[in-house]
């Protein structure tokens, strides 16, 4: 995986990594793996709410 601030960021909001499709996706001449991450309706529900953004 590549995009590491945006799985941490998934996973500060409850979302958990449930697998990987390797090689999934061209990216020129690149192939890709592809992390599928879940979140169930119950940790949702039972989440704490993030504190609002501060505007800039």
Sequence with gaps: MFNT???RTYQALGFTMEGVRR???????????TGMMGLLRS???????L???TPR
Excluded at 23 to 33: F, K, Y
Excluded at 43 to 49: K, V
């Design 51 to 53: 504190p609002a953004a």
């Design 23 to 33: 090689s999934s996706t061209r990216a020129g001449d690149e192939r890709w793996d």
């Design 43 to 49: 940790e949702w529900q039972g989440a704490t709410p």
């Design 5 to 7: 601030p945006a799985i």
